[in-house]
């Protein structure tokens, strides 16, 4: 095969699977070449991608190793998309009776809500999770995308203690709206020792993020972050610590909601 022919093959291959390790045995027989050939092409299209910052090819050496893509869009890109996407957010006609924000279209568009996934992905790819948990059911198709960036499964948590899973482990914890919840985890899911991401559309007080976080220490999984598309500004003290919101809403005085870029996308 021509370089360029081998080159559109391997971006589709890597870019496709994301966080996926193919080693240049892998390829060396897939293309009928030499390895110091596909190394060559893996650093063309490291430089290319590297440039237009589409993401990051990365190196992994040892016995198993090989080459994997990480969907990390560039910080300027990060920023112009969630800003553009608080410009929509903010219009007047999205407020709700209730003081309430209709954002339902923006988390059923694939594209956009790709790139959501791939932003929080990026904040948390060094901690490598061994999953992305998150509860129905708006959250699930950010979740679904930070998953597949992540390269990793997707585990559901549900309202409906009636789901066909088996045996559940059932919770109930405290919404921020001061109700009293629950939500139910099948026993095969998830295993003791594992590291789960929690990833959620919106956070109030964070309630469903701690009622998460406790029913992985009932699995004995540790929980290595939390991602939320948005968070309200108030209240500033949250159930959760450390988590980390693409967007923040602040409600103000005349009853209007504001919509801006969290603030360390401004960094």
Not at 122 to 146: K, N, S, Y
Not at 239 to 261: A, F
Request: hydrophobic fraction near 45%; aromatic fraction near 8%.
């Amino acid at each position: 095969m021509k370089r360029n022919e081998r080159i559109a093959a391997m971006t589709r291959i890597l870019t496709e699977n994301p966080n996926q390790i193919y080693t240049l045995t892998y390829f060396a027989d897939l293309f009928e070449s030499a390895k110091s050939t596909i190394s060559e092409d893996l650093v063309i299209m490291r430089e290319v991608f590297d440039y237009f910052e589409l993401g990051q090819f990365v190196t992994v050496t040892g016995a198993a190793g090989g080459v994997k893509f990480l969907p990390i869009p560039g910080k300027k890109q990060g920023f112009e998309f969630v800003r553009n996407l608080c410009r929509k957010l903010s219009e007047p006609e999205r407020v709700l009776p209730g003081g309430f924000l209709y954002m339902s279209d923006v988390l059923a568009d694939p594209g956009t809500v790709q790139r959501m996934g791939e932003l929080l992905a990026a904040q948390f790819v060094r901690q490598q999770p061994d999953f992305v948990l998150t509860i129905e059911t708006r959250g699930i198709p950010v979740a679904l995308m930070t998953a597949r960036a992540l390269g990793v499964p997707l585990v559901v948590a549900r309202r409906d203690t009636r789901a066909l899973e088996g045996s559940l482990v059932t919770i109930s914890y405290m919404s921020g709206s001061g109700k009293m919840e629950m939500m139910s985890l099948a026993r095969r899911a998830v295993s003791e020792g594992q590291r789960a991401l929690i990833i959620d559309d919106f956070m109030h007080a964070g309630g469903s993020a701690k009622g998460l976080a406790d029913l992985m220490r009932e699995f004995s999984v540790s929980v290595v972050g939390t991602g939320i598309v948005m968070s309200m500004s108030n209240p500033q003290r949250k159930m959760v610590d450390n988590y980390v919101s693409l967007m923040q809403m602040h409600e103000l005085s005349d009853g209007t909601l504001r919509v801006e870029p969290a603030p360390w996308l401004l960094g």
